[in-house]
């Protein structure tokens, strides 16, 4: 296998492989024979080492250090990131998969030259950024010439959809051949058998547990009645730990001085040793180690056995021996680590130079190293107050980190403490944070509400992010949440006193969505239509941090082109700010934006880019845009496939917003089916409260046109009066549009015919396509209705063409019934060549159209240059065309 893996990378075509194990199965041996066996391919390595997991971009910047002279031909975002990471150069944050991005390109780059072959053993204690990290680069690899290979003890998560091979023991006669070797005396072949079978033919446990044991005890004393894979790495332990027990002092000082320095700086080992009276110069270690360029151990079982079975107070020796060898100058973090391993007890000199660690690693990115050295911080502080202070950073940090277990134990050690009142209110909201991401449905709502009102006494600002998130909380959780939660925080933020000078954005957006819930819209839409200029003109950092919620506020007072242009300028601000975590949520709120202006192609390329975001950064959406899409495009199967299982999930999750989008998604296929019943029905159990003012307010039109279908004309009146509550203060085009359309359906005469041509006009006016069509449609139809089959064809016949383009089947296939009512002959519409082009294909050559570069598209779509490349010659083939310059002609739109 590992071979094929190779001639692959040598004829230009990526590989990936996950090799794992339990210890001593014989990972690294097959990792050096791919490095053997790779000879004319430029070799990369990196290892994990247990003692370094919290030092951020260690295992990466290890992997990447005989390629950092090609730094400065990366694109200036991912150099910059990159730069930071690895503590070239000094910068703001970065984001990790930023950082990933840049990761990717440099191999690919280096590629160019030569195969490449990156090997990475230990895998499992791999620094947390570097393992998500690599991971990434490996989910992206595809049309480059390089093999990456990582050894570890079980699958991982952070190396997730890699192929993977599990390496079991030796088969039972190879097993016994091998103990053969290691056992000099005869030995039973009955008690051979129950090596075998205790083991399970691991190698490196046939080979060294019968080390140092006499016949006798090894005839008697084996017995591995555990076999798991925690008891036999502790078996081999004991083995090592044997072994070096026989040595003479100096020599187990020496093994400890190398298991306690993580990098294998062989200088540093030097140093340390030098400092403790260790004579070096014929020191023998046993086998179990080798100084040369770089520290090695036979196994990494030996480092740890070493370690571990160390006293502490050799151990703490050996640390402080280590710190002092380490220049401060050059790498003061992994000196701070070394010197609190050494402390014996409470020192505050070294807990500020963990502080210090924790603001270098924060400055790198590296949140689980800064958490690390703030929790350790807390245990070396003394003073009850700075412990405090301390452990509630460490705690939000590790929050930020994402672990959760471990932020929970931090706050449950909190009460411990005497906080004081900001600290108090830094820790309920720590705890609303943790409630919405681990989906504890009604209790966010309420800590996050709780968290606001006691940060207000101290930090306004922070109050309102707070309030912000409280809303966003509970309106996920709307029809699925506490009854009377949503209006309370709403009565809070009225509560909040008032901004010094003009309101900000924030300001206006809380008290906006607040009046809307305590005072109505028509004393809302004043505040939020001030809220939307001022988020329109959001400062960066405030789009990242909180801009998802900005766009409420067009869509409760019905400005299409509003949201769009903050929609558009929000992903591009995520996108060049490098936020690549945050960026699933703006793709697919810009998606959703497609879909409501008609590019459903466009709202599916997006879709797609959100998705492949979402993957690379572990996040997790509510299909909200597919659900849309889906729709309006009108593939039953398909669309109600994706509302049950959109409603299921989101059920489970306490995602109440996800269930009703659902549900009005469901009144719009059927609506387009011209199954009124079914659409009428979805969307009463949408318009049933006004616990969702977003997808309640939209679901309105939908029930209008489908009670008045099924002759429901008291749902339809009654579903109008509140539409009519939600659109007149709005005042826009859209809002007076759906007005006239929904109120034209409950007219006759002469009446209704003025309300659709209003309505039509309106829409016009607008970038709404698919309502404007829907207009036309429903006019068409009162037109037929009425008799007059000729004015009804013109407007039958543009409904169905809008539709067509668009790709709204449903409603198409409904227009063209109705022409053929009218006396007309429709074909159906037929596929088009292009719709074999994947989401992907189609959003890389939209990008190519606009003039992008292939790396320009592949820094967007977090794919290489090269992949970029190869994606393009498949579209050229399905398309029938040559080169870049014949897209524009060959692509929709």
């Given at each position: 296998m590992l071979d094929d893996l190779i001639d692959a990378v040598r004829a230009g075509e990526s590989r990936t492989l996950l090799i794992h194990g339990e210890a001593g199965i014989g990972k690294s041996a097959l990792l050096g024979h791919a490095t053997e066996s790779?000879?004319?391919?430029?070799?990369?390595?990196?290892?994990?080492?247990?003692?370094?997991?919290?030092?951020?971009?260690?295992?990466?910047?290890?992997?990447?250090?005989?390629?950092?002279?090609?730094?400065?031909?990366?694109?200036?975002?991912?150099?910059?990131?990159?730069?930071?990471?690895?503590?070239?150069?000094?910068?703001?944050?970065?984001?990790?998969?930023?950082?990933?991005?840049?990761?990717?390109?440099?191999?690919?780059?280096?590629?160019?030259?030569?195969p490449l072959l990156c090997v990475v053993d230990d895998a499992q204690w791999l620094d947390r950024v570097s393992a998500a990290i690599l991971g990434f680069v490996a989910r992206r690899l595809l049309a480059e010439p390089i093999g990456m290979i990582f050894a570890a003890r079980g699958p991982m998560d952070d190396l997730r959809g890699l192929p993977e091979l599990q390496l079991l023991g030796l088969a039972n006669g190879d097993a016994r051949a091998l103990l053969r070797t290691a056992v000099l005396s005869p030995v039973d072949a009955r008690i051979q058998d129950r090596v075998v079978a205790e083991t399970r033919g691991n190698p490196l446990a046939l080979l060294e547990l019968p080390r140092g044991l006499s016949t006798t005890q090894f005839a008697g004393g084996l017995g591995l009645a555990d076999a798991s894979h925690h008891a036999l790495a502790a078996r081999l332990e004991e083995s090592f730990q044997r072994r070096s027990e026989a040595l003479p002092a100096p020599a187990r000082l020496l093994l400890l001085v190398a298991a306690a320095e993580p990098v294998g700086d062989a200088v540093v080992v030097w140093r340390a040793a030098e400092d403790l009276g260790i004579d070096t110069a014929t020191m023998d270690t046993g086998g179990l180690l080798t100084i040369a360029q770089a520290?090695?151990?036979?196994?990494?079982?030996?480092?740890?056995?070493?370690?571990?079975?160390?006293?502490?107070?050799?151990?703490?020796?050996?640390?402080?021996?280590?710190?002092?060898?380490?220049?401060?100058?050059?790498?003061?973090?992994?000196?701070?680590?070394?010197?609190?391993?050494?402390?014996?007890?409470?020192?505050?000199?070294?807990?500020?130079?963990?502080?210090?660690?924790?603001?270098?690693?924060?400055?790198?990115?590296?949140?689980?190293?800064?958490?690390?050295?703030?929790?350790?911080?807390?245990?070396?502080?003394?003073?009850?107050?700075?412990?405090?202070?301390?452990?509630?950073?460490?705690?939000?940090?590790?929050?930020?980190?994402?672990?959760?277990?471990?932020?929970?134990?931090?706050?449950?050690?909190?009460?411990?403490?005497?906080?004081?009142?900001?600290?108090?209110?830094?820790?309920?909201?720590?705890?609303?944070?943790?409630?919405?991401?681990?989906?504890?449905?009604?209790?966010?709502?309420?800590?996050?509400?709780?968290?606001?009102?006691?940060?207000?006494?101290?930090?306004?600002?922070?109050?309102r992010a707070a309030y912000l998130t409280a809303y966003g909380s509970a309106m996920s959780a709307a029809h699925l949440g506490p009854a009377g939660v949503l209006l309370e925080i709403c009565r809070a933020i009225e509560d909040l006193p008032p901004p010094h000078g003009a309101p900000d954005a924030?300001?206006?957006?809380?008290?906006?969505?607040?009046?809307?819930?305590?005072?109505?819209?028509?004393v809302a839409i004043p505040v939020l239509q001030r809220a939307a200029t001022a988020t329109a003109q959001l400062p960066e950092e405030d789009v990242v941090r909180w801009g998802w919620l900005a766009p409420m506020a067009n869509h409760v007072i019905w400005d299409a082109d509003g949201a769009t242009a903050i929609y558009e300028r929000q992903a591009k601000i995520v996108r060049d700010v490098g936020a690549l975590a945050e960026l699933p949520v703006y793709l697919s709120s810009l998606a959703?934006?497609?879909?409501?202006?008609?590019?459903?192609?466009?709202?599916?390329?997006?879709?797609?880019?959100?998705?492949?975001?979402?993957?690379?950064?572990?996040?997790?959406l509510p299909p909200f845009a597919e659900l849309r899409v889906a729709a309006l495009q009108g593939d039953e199967p398909a669309a109600v496939a994706l509302i049950e299982n959109t409603i299921k999930r989101a059920g489970e999750g306490g995602q109440g917003l996800a269930v009703t989008t659902s549900r009005w998604a469901a009144s719009v296929l059927y609506n387009g089916l011209g199954r009124y019943?079914?659409?009428?029905?979805?969307?009463?159990?949408?318009?049933?409260?006004?616990?969702?003012?977003?997808?309640?307010?939209?679901?309105?039109?939908?029930?209008?046109?489908?009670?008045?279908?099924?002759?429901?004309?008291?749902?339809?009146?009654?579903?109008?009066?509140?539409?009519?509550?939600?659109?007149?203060?709005?005042?826009?085009?859209?809002?007076?549009?759906?007005?006239?359309?929904?109120?034209?359906?409950?007219?006759?005469?002469?009446?209704?015919?003025?309300?659709?041509?209003?309505?039509?006009?309106?829409?016009?006016?607008?970038?709404?396509?698919?309502?404007?069509?829907?207009?036309?449609?429903?006019?068409?139809?009162?037109?037929?209705?009425?008799?007059?089959?000729?004015?009804?064809?013109?407007?039958?016949?543009?409904?169905?063409?809008?539709?067509?383009?668009?790709?709204?089947?449903?409603?198409?296939?409904?227009?063209?019934?109705?022409?053929?009512?009218?006396?007309?002959?429709?074909?159906?519409?037929?596929?088009?060549?292009?719709?074999?082009?994947?989401?992907?294909?189609?959003?890389?050559?939209?990008?190519?159209?606009?003039?992008?570069?292939?790396?320009?598209?592949?820094?967007?779509?977090?794919?290489?240059?090269?992949?970029?490349?190869?994606?393009?010659?498949?579209?050229?083939?399905?398309?029938?065309?040559?080169?870049?310059?014949?897209?524009?002609?060959?692509?929709?739109?």
């Amino acid at each position: 296998m590992l071979d094929d893996l190779i001639d692959a990378v040598r004829a230009g075509e990526s590989r990936t492989l996950l090799i794992h194990g339990e210890a001593g199965i014989g990972k690294s041996a097959l990792l050096g024979h791919a490095t053997e066996s790779g000879a004319d391919c430029r070799r990369l390595r990196a290892g994990g080492v247990e003692s370094e997991m919290e030092l951020p971009f260690a295992s990466v910047h290890q992997l990447c250090a005989p390629l950092l002279d090609g730094v400065d031909h990366l694109p200036p975002p991912q150099r910059e990131a990159l730069g930071t990471a690895f503590g070239l150069a000094a910068g703001p944050t970065p984001d990790r998969f930023l950082v990933g991005l840049a990761v990717l390109t440099l191999l690919s780059e280096a590629s160019e030259q030569r195969p490449l072959l990156c090997v990475v053993d230990d895998a499992q204690w791999l620094d947390r950024v570097s393992a998500a990290i690599l991971g990434f680069v490996a989910r992206r690899l595809l049309a480059e010439p390089i093999g990456m290979i990582f050894a570890a003890r079980g699958p991982m998560d952070d190396l997730r959809g890699l192929p993977e091979l599990q390496l079991l023991g030796l088969a039972n006669g190879d097993a016994r051949a091998l103990l053969r070797t290691a056992v000099l005396s005869p030995v039973d072949a009955r008690i051979q058998d129950r090596v075998v079978a205790e083991t399970r033919g691991n190698p490196l446990a046939l080979l060294e547990l019968p080390r140092g044991l006499s016949t006798t005890q090894f005839a008697g004393g084996l017995g591995l009645a555990d076999a798991s894979h925690h008891a036999l790495a502790a078996r081999l332990e004991e083995s090592f730990q044997r072994r070096s027990e026989a040595l003479p002092a100096p020599a187990r000082l020496l093994l400890l001085v190398a298991a306690a320095e993580p990098v294998g700086d062989a200088v540093v080992v030097w140093r340390a040793a030098e400092d403790l009276g260790i004579d070096t110069a014929t020191m023998d270690t046993g086998g179990l180690l080798t100084i040369a360029q770089a520290v090695r151990f036979r196994h990494p079982l030996v480092r740890s056995a070493i370690y571990r079975s160390a006293p502490v107070e050799d151990r703490r020796l050996v640390h402080l021996a280590l710190a002092e060898a380490t220049d401060q100058s050059l790498d003061p973090d992994r000196r701070a680590w070394h010197l609190a391993a050494a402390a014996a007890a409470p020192d505050e000199a070294v807990a500020r130079e963990l502080e210090r660690s924790a603001g270098r690693a924060m400055a790198r990115g590296g949140v689980a190293a800064a958490a690390a050295f703030l929790q350790r911080a807390s245990a070396l502080t003394a003073d009850p107050d700075r412990r405090a202070e301390r452990a509630l950073a460490a705690a939000e940090i590790t929050f930020q980190a994402g672990e959760l277990d471990t932020a929970q134990r931090l706050l449950a050690t909190l009460d411990l403490y005497e906080l004081d009142g900001l600290q108090a209110a830094r820790a309920a909201l720590l705890r609303g944070h943790v409630a919405v991401v681990l989906g504890y449905g009604d209790d966010a709502p309420l800590l996050l509400l709780d968290a606001a009102r006691q940060l207000a006494t101290f930090d306004l600002e922070l109050a309102r992010a707070a309030y912000l998130t409280a809303y966003g909380s509970a309106m996920s959780a709307a029809h699925l949440g506490p009854a009377g939660v949503l209006l309370e925080i709403c009565r809070a933020i009225e509560d909040l006193p008032p901004p010094h000078g003009a309101p900000d954005a924030k300001t206006l957006l809380l008290d906006g969505l607040a009046r809307m819930h305590t005072h109505g819209r028509a004393v809302a839409i004043p505040v939020l239509q001030r809220a939307a200029t001022a988020t329109a003109q959001l400062p960066e950092e405030d789009v990242v941090r909180w801009g998802w919620l900005a766009p409420m506020a067009n869509h409760v007072i019905w400005d299409a082109d509003g949201a769009t242009a903050i929609y558009e300028r929000q992903a591009k601000i995520v996108r060049d700010v490098g936020a690549l975590a945050e960026l699933p949520v703006y793709l697919s709120s810009l998606a959703l934006d497609k879909a409501w202006s008609g590019d459903l192609s466009g709202a599916r390329t997006l879709i797609a880019e959100s998705e492949a975001a979402a993957a690379a950064t572990g996040s997790q959406l509510p299909p909200f845009a597919e659900l849309r899409v889906a729709a309006l495009q009108g593939d039953e199967p398909a669309a109600v496939a994706l509302i049950e299982n959109t409603i299921k999930r989101a059920g489970e999750g306490g995602q109440g917003l996800a269930v009703t989008t659902s549900r009005w998604a469901a009144s719009v296929l059927y609506n387009g089916l011209g199954r009124y019943e079914e659409a009428r029905s979805a969307a009463l159990q949408v318009t049933a409260t006004d616990a969702d003012p977003y997808p309640g307010m939209w679901a309105l039109p939908e029930l209008v046109e489908a009670a008045t279908r099924v002759g429901r004309l008291e749902d339809a009146r009654v579903a109008f009066d509140r539409l009519d509550e939600v659109t007149e203060p709005a005042n826009t085009e859209w809002a007076r549009a759906i007005a006239s359309r929904s109120r034209a359906l409950l007219s006759e005469g002469e009446s209704a015919h003025l309300l659709y041509q209003d309505a039509i006009e309106r829409f016009g006016r607008t970038r709404l396509r698919p309502e404007l069509a829907r207009a036309e449609l429903l006019y068409g139809e009162w037109l037929r209705r009425e008799g007059r089959r000729r004015d009804a064809r013109g407007h039958l016949r543009t409904a169905h063409d809008t539709f067509a383009e668009i790709g709204m089947n449903a409603f198409a296939e409904r227009a063209r019934r109705e022409l053929v009512a009218t006396g007309e002959t429709v074909r159906r519409r037929s596929p088009d060549a292009r719709d074999d082009l994947t989401p992907q294909e189609i959003q890389i050559a939209r990008l190519a159209c606009e003039g992008l570069s292939n790396p320009a598209i592949g820094a967007q779509l977090f794919l290489s240059a090269r992949t970029v490349e190869w994606h393009l010659r498949k579209v050229y083939a399905k398309l029938g065309i040559a080169s870049r310059r014949e897209l524009s002609q060959a692509l929709p739109g």
